[in-house]
């Protein structure tokens, strides 16, 4: 009963017309494999390209990316009006952790084994020649950290009983600590001394060191939450300020409890997220789900086992998703633009084999077999090569990604299936169809308007879909999370460049037609073959779309990633100010200006300027209050440093009487030249500012106001330098011998950025969408020399019978080609900048290089010019490629019908 | 005695070799006199395009000699060939051979570019040939535009324009009904007429080839007369 359905397949033909078209069907199954293998491979490295970058996020977090819970301790308020020790006081602790663990359910999979803490207040240590901070912290894993008691032992209960109750009023309870043996031996101290410690409020604290220890594993877990128990901790009190830190263990820690006021030893449970399983997706269930727990349990942490929960790590993530979403914007982006060419292509290729075919097929139907039934021969060739080519390409990026992601292919797949039968079917028909051109001229106009206007509303449908698709990238982006579909905006280039290549269409035949007549009023025979062949040639579509899209294309992709190159220059270089900075410690070993000098005398370095940089400078602009960031700089040293780099020049300050001038910059206009503000410096008098000028952005992100040092200086605010900027090829050398650690490499940044993973990633992706759209563009001008191969020798073997010479048919043939080629190599390349300047926008190319706003276009001349050479040469090389074929075949073989 | 444009000695040509050699020709031998019209005749396959081919220096024969006015064609080189080809013969496909985006006067024309004859004496000639072809007033219309018999018209105006000694046609009438055919025809024995031209012509049509002032038979590659 099927089988009487189905149209009877004639399997020697089909076996016949695969065997006599091997050569272009394999090349159709080439370009579905290599696609396949592209759009297959990069949705599968973009995912973990992501969870790469997640892992690097969290991990240059740190304590940022933990999840915490909190809770507060039981009331240990006791019958006699004192309080209660409570020798539980690390049980409380697990039972936090196990309710913790419950709450979080499957997620603590991503997450590293918890951490109990339970700190104490600031305690300053008394005496000593700096400022020095103390806190008692006890930290325990699955159980306490191990270390060694050099000296002294382990903490012990200051009470006799472990539940006795201890007077609110009295002397300070006392509690036994251990320290590192890093903490003796700074603070000078041993077992059964007494820290000499007061609280916040002056109140004396009773510490007793119990032992010195070491531990046992310095990367234990446990010891990550509070570090400064090991060494002591420069700054983490504050500038100046060293924490040391006293062990508490779990017999010691009710004691604790008692020093202090019952709210001021917090009982913390820490989970670190596990940066080696955590991807995109449990990162952000994670921290969905610690965000509904936070939301759950309120505000404040509550007694009775009531817990809070707090995470940053959905800020963290919310950095790295924004990245993530700009990346597959535009790996969607440069996807689409290759598929776009892919499938322009893969026409290209069924409109030369179904052109191979034509006799076959007028014989096969007039032999009576129906259109049907070539149909379906052509359609299961078609289906065999496409899933035979598709298995290649998909196990091949199984090879390459660890993963085949099958939504991008559907296009190039339904392309590679159809296009075949589709074109084969309709030639089959137009060689058998009753229908002839209308006798009647009127008719036959009616019938061409008719073509027109049916091929002008395809036109229009293509260009209204690229209008509509620029306006939603510009809209809402083509980030996956904005919304909606992905694809429409994401075609937008792909869109665009079919819409140029339409218009260069229609514009090509006109061109032409223009050169033969300008040809036909020369004296030069050759130039009018070679333009008559070129008008003739003009009037084919598809050759026109694929070439000019892949040479658009491919220049988009070329100036993208040029474009993330210089912008990843340019953000490292406005991150540091110069090629390398400086950053001087509060209290240097040299001064200055004896620094600056020693710098600038090195080897390599052209300038060393100082400069005092404040981020967050509160200054009062029409009333209200902003934070900008203050350089103060000697002006002119600086402006001669910049006058060397390739920066923008800096305008002149001029020394006037009355407010202070600077230069601003802001990215969202909020400074503006002509503004007056008020900057009110520690310590000294408000300052009134005056905007001169405008500047380029230095530093990252925010509002920048730069004053000249000396001015301000004169205005009562000193400067303070805390930065050298150096440039030079030898800058950072020069800065690392002289300052050591303080350094900051404009080199280093930029390679730190230019190997993120996602950066990385993109511009390998763009690099070879580039080169597979410039291979399918190369790709598409032979299929189609190929196509119209044997009908232009024909004419040229014609001309030849004329007394046309084999080398100037040559010329004329290349006259033939050479327009489409140059319209590729012309058109593509103007429009591919175009789109670029149309559509890099809403990509957020920033959110990769570091720059505030978006990078600056970067035509990338190097690569347009292979571009647009790659078509010329194809032009030379098929044009000698063809002769060498066509030598073999005899001239005399023009007079027989049909030969050439 | 009219003195032969056309010396043809000996001329053998096969195709391929061994058992499956096809010889095309065989110890062809004839002579064709200036501004005569001959009819080259003979079944499909019989060698009559290969001998047209051979004269017309469009291939080259394994033996034998071919002289057209004089000059023996055999051992030129391909620029010989091709001035040979620019001078003194020419050719009328049977496909009409036109450059589809050149109109009629364009076509007519070409041979002239070639031999860069001067525009205006170029006009001139090709008006005097559009319309000793009857398409006088089809100048400016391309191929596309006309019938396959005005198309075949204007490709004999082509090969009329350079002014040659010997124009070659191979079956001209192939792809024409029978009456444009008989026009085509005409209009061939007409230029011998008027312009003087030696044509050499294969048919398989005896209508035509009672036009004709001599038919020359051929058969598995040798001559019949």
Known sequence: ?900 | MIAPLVTVRGISRTFGAGPTAVHALRDVSFDVEAGRMVALVGRSGSGKTTLLNVIGGLDRPDAGSVLIDGEEITGLDEDGLSQLRRDKVSYVFQTFGLIPVLSAAENVGAPLRLARTPAAEREQRVRLLLDLVGLAEHAEQRPGELSGGQQQRVAIARALAASPRLLIADEPTGQLDADTGRSVMALLRGVVESEGVTVLVSTHDPVMMALADRVVRIGDGRLEQ
């Open chain 1, 1 to 900: 009963m099927i089988r009487r359905l189905l149209p009877a397949v004639h399997w020697p033909s089909v076996r016949g017309r695969a065997r006599a078209d091997a050569g272009p069907l394999t090349l159709a199954a080439v370009v579905v494999a290599a696609v396949t293998v592209l759009a297959g491979s990069v949705p599968v490295l973009l995912t973990k390209t992501a969870d790469q970058a997640v892992r690097q996020a969290v991990r240059t977090a740190g304590e940022q990316a933990d999840v915490q819970v909190r809770s507060d301790w039981e009331y240990d308020d006791g019958v006699s009006g004192g309080r209660v020790r409570d020798p539980r006081s690390a049980e409380e602790l697990d039972s936090l952790r196990d309710r913790a663990l419950d709450q979080l359910g499957p997620l603590r999979d991503q997450l590293a084994p918890p951490i109990e803490f339970a700190g104490g207040p600031y305690l300053k240590i008394l005496g000593g020649s700096e400022p020095r901070s103390f806190r008692l912290a006890y930290v325990a894993g699955t159980s306490e950290p191990a270390v060694t008691w050099i000296s002294g032992a382990a903490p012990r209960s200051s009470a006799e009983q472990p539940d006795s109750e201890v007077p609110y009023t009295g002397d300070p309870w006392p509690v036994q600590a251990g320290i590192s043996e890093t903490a003796a031996a700074r603070l000078g101290i041993g077992p059964g001394d007494r820290l000499q410690t007061e609280d916040v409020d002056g109140n004396p604290c009773d510490v007793r060191v119990s032992g010195v220890f070491r531990p046992v594993d310095r990367d234990d877990l446990a010891w990550q939450v509070a570090p400064w128990l090991l060494d002591p901790q420069p700054g983490a009190d504050g500038p100046g300020i060293t924490r040391f830190g006293g062990l508490l263990v779990a017999e010691s820690l009710p004691d604790a409890r008692l020093a202090f006021d019952i709210d001021d030893v917090s009982l913390t449970v820490r989970f670190r997220p596990d940066a080696s399983v955590l991807t995109l997706d449990s990162a952000e269930r994670l921290a969905a789900a610690v965000l509904t727990l936070k939301a759950t349990s309120g505000s404040s942490a509550g007694r009775g086992g009531a817990a809070q929960w707090t995470t940053q790590l959905d800020r963290v993530l919310r950095d790295v998703r924004e990245r993530v979403d700009a990346a597959q914007a535009q790996a969607s982006v440069l996807l689409s633009a290759v598929l776009l060419v892919t499938v322009l292509i893969l026409l290209l290729a069924a409109q030369l084999l179904a052109g191979r075919r034509a006799a076959a097929l007028t014989v096969a139907r007039q032999r009576g077999t129906s259109i049907v039934a070539l149909g379906t021969e052509l359609l299961l060739e078609s289906v065999v090569l496409t899933v035979a080519a598709t298995v290649v390409g998909a196990l091949i990026a199984w090879a390459v990604a660890g993963g085949v992601a099958w939504g991008w292919l559907l296009p190039a797949g339904v392309s590679a299936v159809l296009a075949g039968p589709g074109f084969g079917m309709v030639t089959a028909y137009r060689a058998t169809r009753d229908k002839r051109s209308p006798a009647n001229r009127s008719a036959r106009r009616w019938a061409e308007r008719t073509g027109a206007l049916r091929r002008l509303t395809a036109e229009l449908a293509v260009a209204a879909a690229a209008a509509i698709a620029v306006t939603v990238l510009h809209q809402r982006g083509a980030s996956p999370s904005a919304g909606g579909t992905v694809l429409l905006p994401a075609s937008a280039p792909a869109l665009g460049a079919l819409t140029g290549a339409l218009l260069l269409l229609r514009l090509l035949p006109v061109t032409t037609g223009l050169a033969l007549r300008q040809a036909l009023k020369s004296t030069r025979p050759l130039a009018v073959f070679g333009a008559a062949r070129a008008a003739f040639a003009a009037r084919r579509v598809l050759p026109v779309l694929a070439l000019v899209s892949s040479a658009a294309l491919a220049t988009f992709a070329l100036t993208l990633s040029g474009t993330v190159g210089a912008g990843l220059a340019d953000g490292a270089w406005r991150s540091v100010g110069a090629d390398a900075r400086i950053d001087l410690p509060d209290q240097p070993a040299m001064t200055t200006a004896a620094l600056i000098e020693r710098v600038a005398a090195a080897p390599g370095v052209r300038h060393a300027v100082a400069a005092e940089v404040t981020t967050a400078t509160p200054v009062v602009v029409g009333g209200a209050s902003r934070q900008v960031r203050l350089i103060v700089v000697d002006s002119a040293a600086y402006r001669v440093l910049l006058a060397g780099s390739a920066r923008p020049p800096l305008p002149a300050l001029p020394a006037t009487a009355g407010p202070v001038p600077v230069l601003v910059h802001s990215s969202e206009g909020t400074l503006r030249a002509g503004d007056t503000m008020d900057l009110k410096a520690e310590g000294a008098p408000a300052v009134t500012l005056t905007a001169v000028a405008t500047t380029d952005a230095i530093g990252d992100t925010g509002d920048v106001v730069l004053a000249d040092a000396a001015t301000l200086t004169a205005a009562g605010v000193p400067m303070v330098p805390n930065t050298i900027w150096v440039t030079g090829p030898g800058a950072a050398a020069a800065a690392e011998t002289t300052a050591g650690a303080n350094v900051v490499a404009r080199t280093d940044v930029l390679r730190e950025r230019r190997d993120a993973p996602l950066v990385a990633g993109l511009i390998r992706l763009a690099w070879a969408s580039a080169f597979t759209l410039l291979a399918l563009g190369l790709l598409g001008f032979a299929l189609d020399a190929a196509a119209g191969a044997p009908e232009r020798w024909q004419t040229l073997s014609r001309l030849r019978t004329l007394g046309l010479r084999t080398r100037e048919a040559r010329r004329v043939a290349a006259g033939e080609l050479l327009p489409l080629a140059l319209v590729a190599a012309l058109g593509g390349p103007v429009l591919g900048v175009l789109l670029a300047v149309l559509t890099l926008g809403p990509l957020g190319l920033r959110l990769f290089t570091g720059q505030p706003g978006d990078p600056a276009l970067l035509l990338p001349w190097a690569g347009v010019v292979v571009v647009a050479a790659a078509f010329l040469v194809m032009v030379v090389a098929v044009v000698r490629v063809e002769a060498a074929v066509r030598r073999r075949n005899r001239l005399s073989e023009v007079l027989r019908v049909g030969g050439a």
